[in-house]
């Protein structure tokens, strides 16, 4: 490869987000065989089917949330992936756990492995935050609250004791405004019968 062509690839890399797409790429003015001539030089990495990190982007223990999100933009993360990154639980989930609206394109993601949720249309936006999963990168996950109250509400499928963990631990470092907070979510989702005789128990 000459040094003009390495140049112009270089520049065209550089116009890209830290992480991207083929789609990206291919709109960026990168072919291919760009591509593949970038990944023989190890300037890209891989990270899942289509979406690519450039090998100067900042380090983060969070490439497999970004690959995800990256493929499934209209995704949230949720479930154990999201109680992890709020600190709620010890686990490291085995999969990235994302919601999107009931009816609409479930992602399908070989790898990294993928557990997908179907959560209520009208009341999917509740609680969106964003978690910046590297710098200036961020990916929209539900809040604390959110994810407690969503744990709670599927304790048969993701465990009683690890829902319960999550329950106590957001309690003990949220205080009286965590609460609030709580029952606010759980009333919106319709879960207030479930989430207020938890709290009495773990508060009393």
């Known amino acids: 490869m000459s040094a003009l062509e390495a140049s112009r690839l270089e520049q065209r890399l550089a116009a890209l987000p830290p992480t991207f797409t083929t789609g990206q790429a291919r709109r960026s003015g990168l072919s291919p065989r760009d591509m593949a001539t970038l990944a023989a030089a190890a300037e890209i990495d891989e ?17 497999d949330l970004l690959a995800v999100c990256t493929r499934a933009p209209r995704a949230v993360v949720c479930g154990e992936s999201a109680l992890a990154l709020h600190e709620l639980i010890d686990d490291i989930p085995a999969a990235v756990h994302i919601a999107v609206p009931r009816g609409t394109h479930r992602p399908v993601i070989a790898y990294p492995p993928v557990v997908v949720t179907q959560y209520s249309a009208e009341t999917f936006a509740l609680g969106i935050e964003r978690f910046e999963a590297a710098q200036n990168e961020w990916i929209p996950l539900y809040s604390a609250a959110r994810s407690v109250v969503d744990a709670m509400r599927h304790r048969k499928q ?27 979510i759980a009333r919106e989702l319709g879960a207030l019968s479930v989430i207020r005789p938890a709290v009495e128990a773990v508060l009393a």
């Open 158 to 184: 993701i465990g009683e004791s690890l829902a319960l963990s999550a329950l106590g631990r957001y309690l003990r470092t949220s205080g009286r405004p965590g609460v609030g907070e709580l029952q606010r």
């Open 47 to 63: 990270l899942s089917y289509g979406v690519y990190r450039r090998a100067t982007a900042p380090e983060t223990a969070h490439l």
